[in-house]
């Protein structure tokens, strides 16, 4: 963060607020060689890293992240430690993230062709734990902004139930 930004808005007129998006950096464990299908997969981390580095740097009035922050899936063996090591780091570095849950964070929809597990009650709450809400309204520069959690939307899962009725 102390390092000045890659980007250069001198040219760019003044804006009422800025918000960076960031998705999918799938975050790969470097001991945890299991999800490295192919080669490039271990340049991952790095180019995700570099991402939010980047994002930090421009002193944005909101950083969302579109879900998928790490590669493995919440019911894989690595993905605790994967997510922790994540989550650290982003309150560390990112106090002001806002997440938007992606199937590598919480699960997925019931469906057999899905390579990840349906959410479950159990890493939802840890995802919340970790995070906060996995559905909630931000405004920025006076919009406001809604985020739904599309992982439990038409499920059986209580907290899809709360979200309809939220």
Known sequence: MGSPSAFDRSLLPDA????????????????????????SRKKQSVRAKRALELAASLSSDALVH???????????????????????????????????????????????????HPTTAAGLNALHQAFGRSWYRFEVAGVAAYVLNTQIMN????????????
Request: proline share 5%; charged share 30%.
């Open 16 to 39: 009422l607020a800025e918000i960076v998006i960031l998705a999918d950096t799938h975050e790969v464990r470097v001991d945890d060689q299991s999800t490295v299908e192919f080669a």
């Open 66 to 116: 579109l879900g998928d922050l790490v590669q493995e899936y919440p019911d894989g063996p690595g993905f605790d430690a994967a997510f922790g090591e994540v989550e650290q780091r982003l309150k560390r570095h990112h106090a002001q993230l806002r997440l938007v849950a992606g199937n590598h964070d919480v699960g997925d929809k019931p469906d057999l062709r899905m390579p990840t």
């Open 155 to 166: 499920t059986a899962l209580a907290a899809g139930v709360r979200q309809r009725k939220w």
